[in-house]
């Protein structure tokens, strides 16, 4: 049930502008095999984190409303969801291994700043076995590709159940 269908006073949603894995079946199958090849081996609260906070970033509402639900589901207090925003400010709520993560991944989606920071990456590469650190980067990657599929279709927000891709 939508927004408009509970509260007639909410704007309606959004037109789907193309859909996508329609459209390209084989791209999509691709996409989940590399997501489900990319968690492997993180911790589920961290993985989900970290998809929240390269969504928030890239402005996927799509990706934030599937993401954030997958946290919860998990486990994921609301309160740490809440502050992810803040995180620099709200350095308290999270581990010194999420916060590298978080600052990572900040890193590696806004690279129009140029580059991914040395002091960033050492900080990851100390807090992460490299195969661990492999798979975190792969992540990172991969729920950038996601939301760029997400913001340029305008996938919408606000139907996904938690578990419904995996």
């Given at each position: 049930m939508?927004n408009?269908?509970?509260?007639p006073?909410?704007?309606a949603?959004?037109?789907?502008?193309?859909?996508?894995?329609r459209?390209?079946p084989?791209?999509y199958?691709?996409?989940?095999?590399?997501?489900s090849a990319?968690?492997?081996g993180?911790?589920?609260k961290?993985?989900?984190?970290?998809?929240?906070?390269?969504s928030?970033?890239n402005?996927?509402?799509?990706?934030l409303d599937?993401?954030t639900k997958?946290a919860?589901?998990?486990?994921?207090?609301?309160?740490?969801?809440?502050?992810?925003?803040?995180?620099?400010?709200?350095r308290h709520f999270?581990t010194e291994k999420e916060?590298?993560a978080?600052e990572?991944?900040?890193?590696?989606t806004?690279?129009?700043d140029g580059?991914?920071?040395?002091?960033?990456y050492?900080?990851?590469?100390k807090r992460?076995?490299?195969?661990e650190l492999?798979?975190?980067i792969?992540?990172?990657?991969?729920?950038?590709?996601?939301n760029?599929?997400?913001?340029?279709?305008r996938?919408t927000?606000?139907?996904?159940?938690p578990g419904?891709?995996?």
């Amino acid at each position: 049930m939508t927004n408009t269908e509970t509260n007639p006073t909410y704007a309606a949603e959004l037109p789907v502008r193309l859909e996508w894995a329609r459209h390209a079946p084989e791209v999509y199958k691709a996409m989940i095999r590399l997501d489900s090849a990319a968690r492997k081996g993180l911790d589920t609260k961290l993985y989900e984190l970290v998809k929240i906070r390269a969504s928030q970033l890239n402005h996927c509402a799509f990706c934030l409303d599937m993401h954030t639900k997958d946290a919860l589901a998990a486990g994921e207090s609301v309160e740490r969801i809440i502050q992810l925003g803040a995180w620099e400010e709200s350095r308290h709520f999270y581990t010194e291994k999420e916060l590298a993560a978080i600052e990572l991944t900040e890193a590696v989606t806004v690279l129009t700043d140029g580059f991914v920071p040395d002091e960033v990456y050492e900080r990851a590469a100390k807090r992460f076995e490299e195969p661990e650190l492999a798979q975190l980067i792969a992540a990172i990657t991969v729920i950038n590709a996601w939301n760029r599929f997400g913001v340029t279709c305008r996938m919408t927000p606000g139907h996904h159940t938690p578990g419904q891709h995996g």
